[in-house]
């Protein structure tokens, strides 16, 4: 198996515009309009790649990715593992699902769409 390293965060927020709005102010950044939507703004130019996603209640919880080549291969292998893991979902910078380990702690894997 290839080295895994996190490939994507995203930060938590209710309100995707006053996020945009503090951020933006506080450390310059810009965001994607191509690859956000009116539940997630991309952070561009980031790297690592990550953004914000609305929640109902405001928490400082950070989602982590692992980048991986195969998500399918790599969700079949948390439930072998004794872990779950959801159907991964599609974005324009590519494939992501929230997945559990054995304990029930929850991480995030993603497989890049091209040019991500």
């Not at 703004?41 to 953004?51: Q, T």
Request: charged fraction near 20%; aromatic fraction near 14%.
């Amino acid at each position: 198996m290839a080295q895994v390293q996190l490939g994507y965060f995203t930060l938590d927020t209710v309100d995707i515009a006053r996020a945009k709005a503090f951020y933006g102010a506080l450390f310059g950044w810009t965001f994607d309009a191509d690859a956000s939507k009116s539940t997630y703004a991309h952070v561009a130019g980031s790297n690592p790649p990550f953004g914000f996603t609305k929640v109902e209640r405001a928490n400082s919880e950070t989602n982590l990715y692992f980048r991986v080549e195969d998500i399918v291969a790599t969700c079949a292998r948390v439930t072998e593992l004794g872990g779950k893991a959801a159907i991964p979902s599609e974005s324009p910078t590519g494939l992501s699902c929230i997945v559990c380990d054995d304990q029930g702690f929850s991480f995030s894997l993603w497989q890049a769409a091209e040019g991500y």
